[in-house]
């Protein structure tokens, strides 16, 4: 079945790809995990808990001649439910303790009180008042994030890793690069033995990864955070390494992340003007954004879709391109 939605990844040392169908986001064709070492076992990402998705772990490791019970340490590259989902599932069938580590800006996102109580549902009232949201889309969209919200377990107390974190193992070394943009905490893992960078959600092939809006600024570390803008800049800390390949947290390895990273540039610059002309032409709030520029968008992917609007709107600000008008809900944007 993997073969027949990716091909496959190239040969390395101490290194199995594990690309786990996840035909809950067809898209991204697979949620892709990966093991470091066979004695001691490191995993990047622990993958979303769906049904079958422990199994082809499982059956992977056998397959590949490694025992699941060395696994001794994971490595979430940040708070996303497709990547640390299955990780207390995973953790449950080991006998020891195993560590689990993820950036100081993804703690809050994977705890028990986030995921249980539901906090981001109040957050996404308070999206509503901000961005003129209409009931029906707002009913739809805490719909389809309950859904994402499920395919993940809580972690709680974590060990929390830097940029410029060594992890050392059985003939490789991860050096942790702190590239938030996607996601507040997102890391990049890069081995420079083999010249591999485990790019996570921060490049991918085929797809331009946006910016997820980020609402909890009382909980975030750095409350100046303003995603695509932090995004551009993580994009030109990792364009310099030298790498030869790249591992992504979904789809196929990349051989050449140049030609990627220039057609995520070029995206960004077409996008923003999308958004300047849109409020060129009528003051207007987030919401009517997403409808006069993604006019065909699913109720269900509008949270995306503003992501991916005020991302834009936070650059447009900053370089005094836009404004925002008046105080009240929703916010109004008009170009200067």
Known sequence: ??????????????????????????????????????????????GPDIPGALQFIMDTFKR??????????????HGHMDHFG????????????VEIYIHPEGVWKISSEFLKNEIWADELDLLQQMAGIPDDILNAMKRGIRKYYSIAKPIDEPKEMADGH?????????????????????????????????????IIKNLTPKPILALSRDRMIDKNYKG???????LDRVSGLDVRHLFPGHGEYISDMK???????????ERMEQVL??????????????????PNVEKAD???????????????????????????????????
């Open 228 to 234: 695509l803008i932090y995004y551009l800049k993580s």
């Open 259 to 269: 030609p990627v990273i220039g057609m995520y540039r070029v995206h960004y610059k």
């Open 1 to 46: 079945m993997i073969k027949e939605l990716i091909r496959p990844f190239p040969e390395t040392r101490n290194i199995t790809p594990i690309p786990i169908p996840f035909n809950e986001v067809p898209y991204l064709l697979t949620a892709n995990i990966y093991a470091l070492g066979k004695e001691e076992i490191t995993l990047i990402d622990a």
């Open 166 to 202: 060594i992890f050392k193992g059985e003939g490789y070394s991860l050096r942790v690069i702190f590239t938030p943009g996607h996601d507040p905490g997102l890391c990049c893992l890069y081995e420079s033995e083999q010249k591999i960078l485990f790019s996570s959600d921060h």
């Open 277 to 294: 002309n849109a409020v060129k032409d009528e003051e207007l709030p987030a919401y009517n954004m997403v409808r006069k520029i993604f």
């Open 86 to 97: 299955l990780a207390s599932e995973i953790i449950k069938r080991l006998d020891h303790t």
């Open 64 to 77: 590949e001649g490694l025992i699941f019970n060395n696994i001794n340490r994971i490595i979430l590259t």
């Open 302 to 336: 509008v949270f995306i879709a503003l992501s991916e609007i005020f991302s834009h709107l936070e650059l447009l600000e900053s370089d005094n391109k836009i404004e925002i008008k008046g105080q009240d809900f929703p916010i109004i944007y008009r170009a200067l």
